[in-house]
């Protein structure tokens, strides 16, 4: 059974302020939930629709249509903390991403392409948002994810000896570059801001500028691409290029 005030903290959870209270999350779904119990996250409990009801399921689910199985997940303190660049590896950094659906695809593609790990701007949504969570298709409980300093961490990779890269339209061809995917020092890739692109302070740090032509080249179509679209076409090119050692 579930009580009325089961119902209401669980609702409770779709705001920041009581997932960071509570340090749970809510993952939905049959293979979100699945992923759960199979990860190193710890699982409170779990609801399912054929023992609550499905009036109630629909009380307590953010989904349009509500799933059969609902979890409540506490949230790993070492993935909000401990963000120590290692000395090697392909990372990606996040500075400033805003869209929920575009956080969690972006960790969907870490996930697929093995990034060492996700670090993100303090300003970026909050990993542990229902939209994000259900976006990532999974992926949350796999892909190492830290909030810290973005100039910071791509400071400590150049001085480690490592790349930053990140897109410009002012960059040069990424198809023509020699891309580093950080078996020696730490690569890391900066994915920015959906509206306004890398910050000033964050763009300083960058080495290696990359620019993803559009085609044909020189004609006329869209401005950008999307920033989950975009991450998914670097970080391609990149594990392109390390199955072609």
């Not at 190492?144 to 339209?169: E, M, N, Q, R, W």
Request: hydrophobic share 45%.
């Amino acid at each position: 059974m579930i009580t009325q005030a089961e119902i209401k903290f669980i609702k409770s959870l779709s705001q920041k302020k009581f997932r960071d209270e509570s340090g749970l999350f809510v993952a939905e779904g049959e293979k979100l939930v699945a992923e759960a119990l199979a990860s190193r996250f710890q699982v409170e409990k779990v609801f399912r629709k054929e023992e609550i009801g499905e009036a109630t399921m629909a009380r307590i689910s953010g989904l349009s249509s509500p799933s059969p199985v609902l979890a409540l997940v506490h949230r790993p303190a070492d993935l909000l903390s401990g963000a120590k660049l290692p000395a090697k590896g392909l990372f990606l950094a996040l500075d400033g991403i805003r869209d929920p659906g575009n956080l969690g695809t972006i960790l969907r593609i870490a996930d697929w392409f093995g990034i060492d790990a996700v670090f993100a701007s303090p300003d970026t949504v909050d990993v542990f948002n229902p939209k994000v969570v259900q976006a990532t298709m999974g992926a949350i409980f796999r892909v190492k994810f830290h909030y810290c300093d973005i100039p910071s961490l791509c400071k400590d990779a150049l001085k480690a000896g490592g790349k930053v890269y990140g897109t410009f339209l002012d960059g040069s061809n990424m198809y023509k570059k020699q891309l580093d995917n950080g078996q020696q020092h730490p690569s890391i890739i900066v994915i920015g801001n959906e509206a306004n692109g890398i910050s000033a302070a964050t763009g300083a740090c960058v080495s290696d500028r990359l620019y993803i032509p559009p085609y044909p080249a020189g004609e006329p179509g869209s401005e950008s691409l999307n920033a989950a679209v975009a991450t998914a076409v670097t970080v391609a090119e990149f594990r392109r290029l390390l199955n072609l050692d």
